[in-house]
């Protein structure tokens, strides 16, 4: 049945004379080309669904809007009569093949119809056109499913000869099954419990190949009493119907990645941050199960700090695509911690705004991360150390002046000085070892000492060791200089270090008998004369620079 206005416009061009539908408030619901030619006015634009009949240059629209008010007063309106000269009016009741819910007049200059069965003749006759010139497929079937009319079409696809088709069965276009489901789905139609109704189904062409139908059936009336056949439009869907499957296995397919990527992944609404499903890898690293995702915000799994800042950084960052997020510390369900980045892509999902979320756990990364700056932290404590120890030098580089000629002591000294600063500068942390023992050499060679070395304290201030030596040349190695000693070995000598003292001995001779252990190392050494000049950061004794002389 035509239930739109291209399908109803197609039907009445169909026709040679004129023809127009007016409802009984003297709209004009529908009219041909020849009705427009006949009546004298150029076609109303195709967007105008109902034109009140009073606005058109009409002549004879006086006598029409006549007839509509005489037959309105009528309890029961005249089946048919002429509604101005040579055009008669036929009563179409509400069902028709044009406008179902609406009664119409339809009036045509195609002679006086005298019984009601020619004007049941002209609605079917309306079928029969609607039938002919519908692009989809158009059947007409009795009662008993036999095929009173196929529409051209139906011969051209299904491949179907007309003489093949003439009286029928449905059945022959249908699968077994199909035709059965077809039968009960029209039951309500015949038992007049229902006017329309639309189902899909398999049909099959005369060399065996398939299509998917879609049928809208509907029992057309006729003086108000339904006609025993239906009509039958179907449209192919079979190319829609093979998009359906594909996209349903589509679906399937990203529905088995999604569940069993290796990947945390989630879903979340856009606008309001609640998770709407979330994979096996998701629920594994959270410990939780599915059910405790869903519905919940992905904030309330941050640690609780963390809560307000992930929010914050969610309204923020509405777009469509987010590249990784900062590190938030998320908690699991036995509440242990770790940390997290985000990635995540807009997309719909089940008809709602949503982001596809991409969960990493980067923990390992972080505390590889902690652990090297706690590492850099370290050597620029050891820097710092470096330089107190470096000016802790330089003063006691100074105090060495008195031991040579004053002038020349401070020429020498300022170069030796300023050549070191120079070069510590920008120092690399791997030339250190390298510059401090020249700057042993250059300070030993300088004072006239023949041995020098620099000592430094354990951290745990009860063993100490050579961290850097000199020896004049010709001198034999020192004896263990390598090895540790105890820092408690020399008591009289760290006393006087610890107090921010030089230790001067000019001579055994000088040594006092507390320093037994002192006066043996300098004996070992074969040296008569010892400086230590004490190392200290912070008001404590780090470490010490000795020079020994004979």
Known sequence: MPDNKSTESSLLEALPYPVALLDEEGRLRGFNQAFCTWAGFPSPAPDQAAIPLAELPFEEKAQWLDFLRKNATKSQPTKSGEISPGVFAHWLPKGNAFYPALSLWMCSRMGHPQASKEAEYIDERFYRLAVEHSSNFIFLLNRDYSLLFASPSVEQVFGYSSQKLKGASFKLLLREAEFERFKAACAPLWAQKKQHLSIELQAQEDKGGTYWLALSVVRPQAQAEPLDLLMVSARDVSLQKKYEIDLTLQRNHYQYLFDHNPSPLLIISQESCTILKVNQTAQYLYGYPSANFVGKHLASFCSPPEQARFVAWMKEDKRE????????IHQRQDQSLFYVNIRGHYFEYEGQPAYLLLITDVT?????????????????????ELRASEEMLRQSLEELKTLHDQRKYDADF??????TFVRFINLDYAELDQQIDELLIRITEFSGFDRARL??????????????EYAGPHLPPSHSSTQNFLIAQFPWWIQQLRQNEVVAVPSLDDLPPEAENERHVLEINNSQSAYAFPMLYQQKLMGYIVFFGR
């Open 364 to 384: 390992q990364r972080v505390k590889a991360a902690q652990r090297i700056q706690k590492l850099l932290d370290n050597e620029q404590s050891i820097n710092e």
């Open 455 to 468: 000592i430094l304290f354990h951290q745990d201030g009860v063993q100490a060791f050579v961290k850097y």
């Open 414 to 419: 300022k170069s030796i000085l300023l050549e």
């Open 321 to 328: 695509f987010f590249a990784i997020s900062p590190d938030f």
